[in-house]
């Protein structure tokens, strides 16, 4: 359906995406069935083209080139003539001179911004000082460096084990690995499960075969150091004693949404920057989509974050229809309970990709 | 993968030391072993502005031309590197300043400009060079190691040749230099390769001095100098300006004579001159200067003197091009002189063959007593190739001259005497007895001025049958045919620096399935015109690619020959692209 087209030939409307995941090439996409003639940029600070980043784990049971992993081939972006800046860090955004602002000093300008930056691994604060020690897993080259550094059989003391981590640890277990899950109250992000359910969603995991240490029981992971000779590599300590030992340390503790560089902008921030259902910000010309955002809920009245590939696609397209002077509104589809399949194995919609 | 073909271009402004890092490059490549062709381009001005780019393709096996797309693109200055950011192939790499000193105007940094399919290696080259020496200058150097890092280089190569090239700037200037690489190095290593250009490590390393790395004009230098040229006289123009640099620095080290004239008429006229005593003379110049030349060069014709003209042709008429490639000065270097004055026309096609054929055009201009041309042009003069040297002596006749038997008391010696083969025998000032006259007027076999009918006739054909004899020129290649044998659907015909692109594009129709083969023709006064009919003979189309918009080489097939041929005449400023040749080799078979 294209419905509408608000820029001409002449003075072509200028999009400017910052963020190439998932919601900002949706969104792209959406723009250029709408404006045939607008002028669309996406930004990203990665300096791959967009790819798959669920399919991560599977690099552990085959290798392959990342170029098997891209989304869309480079020949997508040109032929619907998509200009992707890769590499390039924004750092502010002028939301007066409506102009995004690149580490390597340059300003791009825009008439319709999208900030799709999504979020970052979220670490507690008292890990901060050990984030050397932990490999972190949100790309391609951690991926692959994660792979090396493990040996074969090897085990991966897994912090937090958010839904992210936990997709990572089953197919880690099937490859024979041993995963030592130290829980926290984000074990499960984005999913909340309280009390019994918790508990049984906890065992299921035991079950599945990870070796679960109640984290807080434990007073909680003070610091990760390396281990000693003819030990593991890494050695992590607990409040109160009883340290355990990997040969890699993970953290997966949920993300945070990378919003610092729109702190200046006048915006309205809470965690994600805050948008209506039509997600449009409290600047007329920026709109957000994907994990960066809160969005409002009529029905649990606060602005909340909406996770999983049908969500963040869905919000991809509804704001590259506002953009282009739709009226439409982001509701969710997705099932947001995380569930026990037929195996008998922890199954969530946040693992559906399509 | 067991095979290594990469092409990287560097590409900054005049003074960004763009020219130097491709130096480094690559005499630190061929150091290791490998093949290397490398183009360099910069601006007529000196410093400040003005584009240089730097291309060096590195090989295992002998390529003979640059490659139309890069591997590799490395932009010390975005403003000229992004018109050539589309030259990087589909997976290839740019590599560029990430962190400017100074504000990016929308759409000046290199971010904006790189093509879904390449990937974008953003670095803080300045950053790193003032991290590693405490000023931004050796960014050219960071790069280096970049590149280096990159490639999984051993750092160790560049690292001598930085040490020799900077050693008379003092041990600071070397440290710093060294310092700069080291960190770029580093981080071209920690730069998570997404790229896909590889290159094989060499199984061995060339035993040292046995494969050098050197520019035609360097190759021209050093054949002058093994064919033991005596004397040079010349005037500074581009292209030709490094041979008499170069000339200009070695020759007196063994007693040799060099001179700058006040313009390019007074050095022909002192080449002669030189040549005339017996000194071994030679001149070297641009298409401007060899018009100046054309009245002297005429004189030598005439007065039968041996002398070495090297012209390394730039864009023209006129000013023309000074830093552009073109081979439009064929009809100047063949019939720029007034009167039938024939010479001898010799075109290298590549770097080996202008060492050849400087020491060779000494040879020919003694024994034949006649002006010779050696025909560059810019793409071949300061194109860089790793040349393997000969293991024995320089591959030179240095006796070429006729004997002269001992006269006879009271026999007159003939300085013009008629021979069957046109070449008389040649005394020089002070050869006791032989005393004679020289001049520009027609002469007589004594050499006094002789008008008539006769003489005149007789004497042209003395001139022009005596050149015949350097078809035959002993070790000399006067023509040579490559690639497939007997019929073939396309041949193709070429002279000059464009002979390499061909023979890329003759190799790649070949791997197509397409019969074809080519010919250089190395000799193009006199002109060999048996060989040449022989292998039209055995083609179905000739194409003659050259760079020139007037087809000039293939105006003299077919004046001499009468044969159609198929023109592919180009006057880009640069060598004609490979991938333009293929597409005609393709059209002609009709694969298209
Ligand atoms: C390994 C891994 C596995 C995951 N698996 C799942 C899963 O199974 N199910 C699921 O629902 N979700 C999963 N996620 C989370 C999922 O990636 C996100 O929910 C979804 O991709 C969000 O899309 P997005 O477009 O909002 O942001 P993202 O896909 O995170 O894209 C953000 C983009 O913004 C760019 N960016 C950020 N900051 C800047 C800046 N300052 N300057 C320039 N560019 C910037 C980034 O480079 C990136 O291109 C996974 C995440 C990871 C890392």
């Known amino acids: 359906m294209v419905a509408q087209v608000s820029s001409s030939a002449s003075s072509p409307h200028r999009y400017v995406i910052i963020g190439n995941g998932v919601a900002g090439n949706q969104a792209a996409e959406g723009l250029r069935e709408r404006d045939p003639d607008g ?151 984005p999913h909340q499960p309280v009390g019994e359910e918790r508990s049984k969603f906890l065992a299921i995991l035991q079950k599945m075969g990870l070796e679960v240490v109640d984290g807080d029981a434990m007073g909680g992971v003070v610091a990760i150091e390396k281990g000693a000779a003819g030990l593991p590599e890494r050695r992590v300590r607990f409040r109160q004693g009883g340290d355990i030992y990997g040969d890699i340390v993970m953290s997966f503790y949920g993300l945070s949404p990378l919003v610092e560089f729109m702190m200046k902008s006048g915006t309205d921030i809470e965690r994600g920057l805050l948008v209506g259902t039509n997600l449009r910000t409290s600047d007329p010309h920026i709109y957000a989509a994907g994990d960066v955002c809160q969005i409002w809920s009529e029905k649990d009245n606060v602005y909340r974050f909406y996770y999983g590939h049908r969500n963040v696609r869905a919000m991809g397209a509804v704001a590259a229809l506002n953009m282009t002077g739709g009226n439409e509104h982001f509701s969710t589809t997705q099932d947001e309970a995380l569930f026990q399949n037929e195996q008998g194995h922890i199954d969530s919609p946040f693992w559906a990709y399509d | 993968m067991n095979t290594t073909d990469i092409q990287i271009a560097l590409c900054g402004s005049a003074g960004d030391g763009t020219i130097a890092a491709g130096d480094i490059l690559r005499n630190a490549v061929a150091a290791m072993g490998y093949r290397v062709i490398c183009f360099d381009v910069y601006p007529p001005e000196i410093r400040g502005f003005g584009k240089c780019i730097s291309r060096v393709r590195i090989t295992k096996e002998q390529t003979y031309a640059l490659k139309r797309q890069s591997d590799l693109l490395v932009s010390l200055d975005d403003s000229h590197a992004i018109p050539h950011a589309g030259e990087v192939r589909t997976d290839g790499a740019i590599v560029y300043e990430s962190k400017p000193v100074a504000h990016c105007p929308e759409g000046s940094h290199m971010s904006g400009h790189i093509l879904p399919g390449q990937i974008p290696y953003g670095i803080p080259l300045r950053e790193l060079a003032e991290k590693a020496t405490g000023g931004a200058r050796s960014r050219n150097l960071v790069v280096l190691g970049v590149i280096a890092g990159l490639l999984g280089f051993s750092p160790v190569p560049f690292q001598k040749i930085i040490e020799k090239k900077f050693a008379k700037q003092g041990a600071g200037v070397v440290s710093r230099n060294l310092a700069g690489f080291q960190s770029g190095y580093e981080a071209g290593q920690n730069t998570f390769k997404l790229d896909n250009v590889f290159c094989v490590p060499m199984e061995s390393v060339p035993a040292a001095g046995k494969v050098v790395m050197l520019s035609g004009n360097a190759a021209v230098v050093q054949g002058c100098m093994d064919a033991e040229l005596n004397t040079f006289f010349g005037y500074p123009i581009t292209p030709a300006t490094t041979i008499m640099e170069r000339l200009a620095t070695a020759m007196p080290k063994r007693g040799r004579r060099l001179l700058q004239t006040e313009d390019e008429i007074s050095a022909i006229a002192a080449t002669i001159g030189a040549g005339y005593t017996g000194s071994r003379a030679a001149t070297a110049t641009s298409g401007p200067g060899l018009a100046l030349m054309a009245e002297m060069l005429g004189l030598a014709t005439m007065a039968e003197i041996p002398c070495v003209v090297f012209v390394s042709q730039r864009g023209g008429p006129s000013t023309g091009m000074p830093t552009k490639t073109e081979q439009s000065d064929l009809n100047a270097a063949l019939y720029g002189s007034p009167g039938d004055s024939q010479r001898i026309v010799i075109a290298p096609t ?243």
């Open chain 1, 39 to 189: 002028l669309i940029t996406i930004i990203t600070n990665s300096r791959m083209l967009f790819y798959n980043r669920y399919l991560l784990p599977q690099l552990f049971r085959a290798h392959q080139d990342w170029r098997a992993l891209l989304a869309y081939p480079p020949g997508h972006y040109e032929k619907h003539r998509i200009r992707v800046l890769r590499d390039c860090w924004v750092t502010a955004v002028d939301s007066r001179k409506r102009q995004v602002m690149l580490a390597h000093n340059e300003a791009i300008s825009y008439d319709t911004l999208l900030v799709a930056t999504g979020g970052r691994p979220y670490l507690p604060e008292e890990l901060v000082e050990c984030r050397h020690l932990i490999h972190p897993f949100g790309t391609y080259e951690h991926a692959l460096a994660v792979r090396k550094a493990l040996p074969e059989n090897g085990s991966v003391v897994m912090l937090g084990g958010d839904m992210i981590g936990l997709d990572l640890a089953r197919t880690l277990l099937d490859l024979s690995y041993r995963v030592i899950l130290v829980t926290h109250e984000n074990t499960f992000w």
């Open chain 2, 350 to 592: 590549n770097v080996e063959g202008c060492y050849r054929c400087a020491g060779k055009a000494f040879e020919m201009a003694e024994k034949y007593q006649t002006p010779v041309i050696v025909l560059l042009d810019l793409y071949l003069s300061n194109r860089y190739e790793t040349v393997t040297l000969v293991a024995s002596g320089p591959p030179f006749n240095l006796n070429a001259n006729k004997p002269l038997r001992r006269l006879e008391a009271g026999e007159q010696y003939h300085r013009f005497a008629m021979t069957e083969d046109g070449v008389s025998p040649r005394a020089v000032p002070g050869d006791a007895g032989c005393m004679h006259v020289v001049t520009g007027l027609e002469h007589n076999t004594l050499g006094r001025p002789n008008d008539s009918d006769e003489n005149h006739t007789a004497m042209s054909h003395k001139r022009h049958s005596k050149l015949q004899g350097a078809l035959q020129h002993p070790d000399f290649t006067v023509t040579k045919r490559i690639g497939h044998s007997g019929r073939v659907k396309v041949g193709i015909l070429a002279w000059g620096s464009t002979f390499g692109e061909c023979l890329e594009a003759m190799f790649m129709a070949h791997a197509e399935g397409i019969s074809c083969a080519a010919m250089k023709v190395v000799m193009l006064s006199p002109f060999p015109i048996d060989a040449v009919t022989q292998f039209m003979d055995d083609c179905d189309h000739v194409l003659v690619p050259e760079v020139n918009y007037e087809g000039q080489f293939a105006q003299l097939l077919q004046g001499l020959l009468a044969r159609p041929v198929v023109r592919l005449s180009r006057v880009p400023g640069s060598p004609m692209p490979v991938e333009l040749i293929l597409g005609e080799i393709r059209r002609l078979a009709g694969a298209v």
